[in-house]
Structures are given as C-alpha cells and as structure tokens.
C-alpha cells in the first residue's frame, strides 16, 4: 500500500498538494504500490485537526484524477462525510483510524460494499503520545481489534471485506511498539488480513537517530518483519525499496515472484 498524502503538514512528506499528488500517486503505483492510500488530514502527534470540507476539497480532486488507475484506492480518513463522498467517487477501501467506532462512519461503510481497515489507536493525534499506557499492550490491542471486527460483522459488513491493524505509533511507546511486532501472529490469529504501518515513523527515528526523510533502510526492515510475522499489507511511503526487498523474501519463501 503506497501513501499519497495530501497534506501541508505531514510528518514525512508533507506538500504534495492536487496535481503533484496525482504524479505521486502514479509513481508509486509504477514502482509497485498494489494499493494506493489517500488522506488529506496528518494524524501525526499533535497535528492540528482539519475541517471536513478542507480534507475534501484535499482529497477528491486527486481521487477524481486516478479514475483510471490500475489499482484500488483506499480513503484514510476517520470522518463519515469523507468516507461517503469518496465512496461515492468509487474508492474501494475505507482506511479509517478511529476503527469505525463513530455510528455514523460505520453506516457509512455498511451502506457500501468497500472494503475496511479497522485500526487500534489509544487517545488522540493532539495528546496520544503523552503517556500511553497498557497493563499488556498485544493482549489489549487484539482484544480491541477482536471487538471491533465483531462490531462491524453485526453492523452488516462482512468478515471478507475487513482488514486490521495495530495502529504502530498511535499512543503507544517505543517498547510498546516493539512488542506489538514482535508479536504480530496474534493478529494474524484474528482471522481477516493485517495491515502493518511502520514507515517512517518516530520508533524507527528512536531506533536509528535518523530524521523522518533518512528513514528509509530502518522504513524497509520493518516492513520485511512485519510480513515475515504475517502482515499481509505494509503501507509504505518508499514502495521501490520495499518491493525489492519482498521480492527477494518472497523468493525464498513466498509465493516466487
Ligand atoms: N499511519 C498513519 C496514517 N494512517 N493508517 C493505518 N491503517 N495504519 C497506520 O499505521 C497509519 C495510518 C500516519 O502516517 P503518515 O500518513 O505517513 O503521516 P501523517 O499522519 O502525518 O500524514
């Protein structure tokens, strides 16, 4: 999954804004991207909030200009209005921070047959980050994830067309990260697909000393362990490297390609 944000203040790669993100986003695609994922809001620690007509003027133009891409978009947004006007531009996924625990972004993805990623988060972007804490963070996630799943399924929205996610970086500290990684499988063990974000973000800074933009080799690693522990999405920003690194994996032990 390759990111187009569609931001000014982004944590990594803030600026692409209309037709530069539309280049953006066709790159990414040329150098692999399976899928592409777009949002017009930055959900990094302390980001300030943005108003709904701000993130659509934002997002549906550059989802208007990938009509004809070859691959499926997905909408990150966490409001039920974006969702309902991007599934109406006929994205196919609903990338939605908040889980769907808003009633309103729930009917919204109910009322479509788009899929959904439903992610763990802890508090919010403004103040998740000051103390996050868990008696056992993996437990506590998948019991989250677990529920959630649950909750869509009765909404209406069948088990096939949803996908998890732990939510790396989202009120959570840098050994509550590790361990999520590390133990991926439980995720996996939920029984819908998981999707790993990693790229870029501060854990791997923490780890390496490197600022966002010289993430990359630290960005790659992590989504090489994510899908070794069963990720069966990475959403990356540097989708060239990270193919190349699968492409490798997958000789080994995947499916060859
Ligand atoms: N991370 C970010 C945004 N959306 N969605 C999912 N499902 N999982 C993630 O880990 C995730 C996400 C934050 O990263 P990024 O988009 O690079 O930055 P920003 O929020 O500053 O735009």
Known sequence: MGIVNVTPDSFSDGG??????IAHARQLVAEGADILDIGGESTRP????????EELDRVLPVIEGLQDIS???????????VMRAAIACGVQ????????????A?????????AVCLMHKQGDPQT?????????????????LRARIEAAVSAGIARERITIDPGFGFGKTLAHNLALLREM????????PVLAGLSRKSMLGILTGQEAGQRMPASVAAALIAVQRG????????VRATVDALKVWNAINGDGR
Do not use: C, W
């Open 106 to 114: 729930m009917q919204a993805v109910a009322g479509s047959q788009v």
């Open 16 to 21: 692409r804004l209309g037709h530069d993100a």
């Open 231 to 238: 990720a069966a999405v990475v959403r990356v920003h540097d």
């Open 71 to 81: 691959v499926p978009i997905s909408i990150d947004t966490f409001k039920p209005e």
């Open 128 to 144: 998740m980050q000051n103390q996050p804490v868990y008696l056992d963070v993996v437990e506590e996630v998948s019991e989250f």
């Open 46 to 53: 302390g980001a300030p909030p943005v108003s709904v007509q």
């Open 185 to 192: 499988q439980r995720y996996t063990a939920l029984g819908v």
């Open 93 to 104: 996924m609903v990338n939605d921070i908040n889980a769907l625990q808003d009633e309103a």
